[in-house]
């Protein structure tokens, strides 16, 4: 089994209707190349780890992962085509919005989904908000797993 791991992170431009300042709803976050858009240093990604942006569309909150693109413009849903993948999981940020809609993408095209449940936290502008996108996923089909299962894969 290709076991693949792509990594997604928000890279905004300064100005954005993504942020509370120009219209949208967030705090400015993750602006591209600076501190607050790198990962986290205790994240170890692996070298062979692809990183894939989004969110560089001023006009857009692009919350789903398949908003995302590699360094040479090629979509995430492109690359999992190329390389084959039917099931992916997902783990990350936020349980109510990017993983959410990411999964609710990767559902509409045919992938089988599992969602990283000790490995996701959300927002929660409105205290039931995580616990009602991760009811949506699992009735589209998404499934529950821990962080744990996929070393056994
Ligand atoms: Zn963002």
Redesign the pocket.
Known sequence: MLFWKPNTR?W?PKVTK?FEQFGGV?PV??VEGSPGAMFHPDLELPKEALVMS??MDPEK???SAFHAIDSSGMALKNLLKIFGVTEIYIGGLATD??VKYSALDALKDGLEVSILTDAIAGVNLQPEDSSVALQEMISLGAKKTISEELRKI
């Open positions: 928000d905004h993504h967030w976050h993750c989004k969110g909150d692009s919350y919005y990017c």
